[in-house]
């Protein structure tokens, strides 16, 4: 079977999956629901979380758009920072050395912990949503950027060191697509990841977005709006990870080929 | 007349251990010279030291005249290696071009020209997944050859072919070297390589990497020829002289 053939069926394949699981949620919700038996405050059906997304829209995206503002700021300032630290790493063995053990303190302490200890800190502006956003998503960025730099084949680089290339021509031509391919499986994670570290960093005193949301529904017994804000958090965090895949296969187009 | 490539008295060591004594070797222009010998004899080291990408112990280096750091600051030296250092997401056209990116020299030959010259006129636009072994060795030493090198050095570029496709790149290798009197260094193990490409084979013995001998290969080209009882006796001839290293090799070891 041809490349071309293959790649169609699995693409028919996937959007069959992903169908199905979109059917399948609300009859397993269904089923949930009249065979428990709990009352509607505690389990509600689809309709009314339904209800609760079309009454309460404009709310619901207000508050989202907040999260998402945080999750892509958070993201982005995630990005600069791996991708800065892995060129130093590359170019400057020692600074790894040196770099790694804070990395490895930062990294095990609980994040949770950690947005507690900023909001007292710094209290609960932009800049401590951010933070947090940036210490879930950066860490997968940096692993796997640090490994795709040193994955680049010796050979190319002697040929480019032959030729006298700049260390710039090196990083351009040879260090970052050997980078790349790792660099856009880290995205899948770090990305979805970024909108839960922004809902998560909403739920200690933020007055907006998702996860000030869930806090309130929690605190008003509003079982419908946390299945509906759940329901906005999960569509987010699919929509982010297709978003990576969808630009895996554009800057991969070659491999097709 | 200055020599292509002039090495006098090139010791290599890494740590305590010698691996290159007392290398002394020159090359005419145009000239086509393979190294051969043992495992562990230092050949590699020796082409790569020429290419730059190792310093020398002690001893010295000229190509045309310059010293290394010259030759390689003027990119007067291409190299092709084992494995095809080609960019996967690169064409092989743009895998060539990107030489002549890199290149500050003007160069006679055009990409597409040189793959045309190299049989690959239908390959232009393939990417080297889409390319055979040999057909992307074929593109690695246009590669290393597009910017008109006066050194081009090639470190077993066959050695991961089969035994078929490998008499083909060599027949394929000679006629282009014979059209563009290209100075060239192969390493390899193959006696067979050795004899149908060079003007002379160095062969080195080991531990420490040393010249043994160097032999001159004098058939009429193109040569390879397993009919032809002139290209077994040098055949036989290169063979004699590795078993004696390999011989003098194994005693040293008692």
């Known amino acids: 079977?041809?490349?071309?053939?293959?790649?169609?069926?699995?693409?028919?394949?996937?959007?069959?999956?992903?169908?199905?699981?979109?059917?399948?949620?609300?009859?397993?919700?269904?089923?949930?629901?009249?065979?428990?038996g709990l009352p509607s405050v505690i389990l509600p059906p689809p309709s009314k979380v339904l209800d609760v997304l079309l009454n309460e829209f404009s709310t619901l995206m207000y508050h989202t758009r907040v999260t998402l503002s945080v999750a892509i700021l958070g993201y982005l300032v995630a990005n600069l920072i791996a991708i800065f630290l892995s060129v130093l790493f590359v170019y400057s063995p020692w600074s790894e050395h040196f770099v790694t053990p804070w990395m490895v303190l930062i990294r095990n302490v609980p994040f949770v912990t950690v947005a507690s200890i900023l909001i007292v800190t710094l209290g609960d502006g932009l800049?401590?949503?951010?933070?947090?956003?940036?210490?879930?998503?950066?860490?997968?960025?940096?692993?796997?950027?640090?490994?795709?730099?040193?994955?680049?084949?010796?050979?190319?680089?002697?040929?480019?060191?032959?030729?006298?290339?700049?260390?710039?021509?090196?990083?351009?031509?040879?260090?970052w697509p050997a980078a790349l391919p790792y660099y856009v499986a880290a995205h899948e994670i770090a990305f979805t990841g970024s909108i839960i570290g922004a809902i998560v960093a909403e739920w200690f005193f933020a007055r907006k977005g998702l996860g000030f949301l869930i806090v309130q529904s929690t605190i008003e017994y509003r079982a419908d709006r946390l299945y509906a804000v759940t329901l906005i958090a999960s569509l987010l965090a699919i929509a982010a990870y297709l978003l990576c895949k969808l630009w895996e296969h554009w800057v991969f187009r070659w491999r097709r080929r | 007349m200055i020599d292509a490539l002039g090495v006098d008295?090139?010791?290599?060591?890494?740590?305590?251990?010698?691996?290159?004594?007392?290398?002394?070797?020159?090359?005419?222009?145009?000239?086509f010279v393979s190294i051969i010998g043992p495992s562990g004899c230092g050949k590699t080291t020796l082409l790569r030291i020429l290419g730059g990408l190792e310093t020398v112990s002690s001893g010295a280096i000229q190509i045309d005249g310059a010293s290394i750091e010259e030759a390689l600051a003027g990119q007067e030296i291409g190299v092709a290696f084992q494995r095809p250092a080609l960019i996967p997401s690169l064409t092989a056209l743009e895998n060539v071009q990107t030489t002549l990116d890199l290149c500050l020299r003007k160069s006679r030959l055009t990409p597409e020209g040189i793959l045309r010259d190299f049989g690959l006129g239908d390959s232009l636009n393939h990417y080297p997944h889409q390319l055979s072994g040999?057909?992307?060795?074929?593109?690695?030493?246009?590669?290393?050859?597009?910017?008109?090198?006066?050194?081009?050095?090639?470190?077993?570029?066959?050695?991961?072919?089969?035994?078929?496709?490998?008499?083909?790149?060599?027949?394929?290798?000679?006629?282009?070297?014979?059209?563009?009197?290209?100075?060239?260094?192969?390493?390899?193990?193959?006696?067979?390589?050795?004899?149908?490409?060079?003007?002379?084979?160095?062969?080195?013995?080991?531990?420490?990497?040393?010249?043994?001998?160097?032999?001159?290969?004098?058939?009429?080209?193109?040569?390879?020829?397993?009919?032809?009882?002139?290209?077994?006796?040098?055949?036989?001839?290169?063979?004699?002289?590795?078993?004696?290293?390999?011989?003098?090799?194994?005693?040293?070891?008692?």
């Open chain 1, 1 to 36: 079977m041809s490349d071309s053939k293959s790649g169609a069926k699995g693409r028919f394949s996937a959007l069959i999956a992903y169908a199905v699981m979109f059917i399948s949620i609300p009859i397993v919700w269904l089923i949930a629901v009249e065979m428990s």
């Open chain 1, 127 to 175: 800049g401590t949503k951010v933070i947090v956003v940036v210490l879930v998503s950066f860490f997968p960025l940096l692993a796997n950027l640090v490994k795709g730099l040193n994955a680049a084949p010796p050979e190319l680089i002697d040929r480019m060191k032959v030729m006298n290339a700049s260390k710039w021509q090196v990083f351009k031509r040879v260090l």
């Open chain 2, 9 to 31: 008295s090139l010791c290599k060591s890494f740590g305590e251990e010698l691996v290159l004594k007392d290398i002394q070797l020159s090359i005419r222009k145009g000239e």
């Open chain 2, 134 to 254: 040999g057909m992307q060795q074929r593109v690695n030493i246009g590669c290393a050859m597009v910017h008109q090198p006066r050194l081009l050095l090639l470190d077993e570029p066959f050695g991961a072919l089969d035994e078929m496709t490998r008499a083909t790149m060599c027949r394929w290798l000679d006629a282009i070297l014979q059209e563009t009197k290209q100075t060239t260094i192969l390493v390899t193990h193959s006696i067979e390589e050795a004899v149908t490409l060079s003007d002379r084979v160095v062969v080195l013995a080991a531990r420490p990497g040393r010249i043994a001998e160097i032999l001159e290969i004098n058939l009429v080209r193109p040569r390879l020829s397993w009919g032809d009882n002139a290209f077994l006796s040098e055949m036989r001839r290169v063979r004699a002289a590795l078993e004696s290293v390999a011989v003098k090799g194994a005693r040293a070891d008692e």
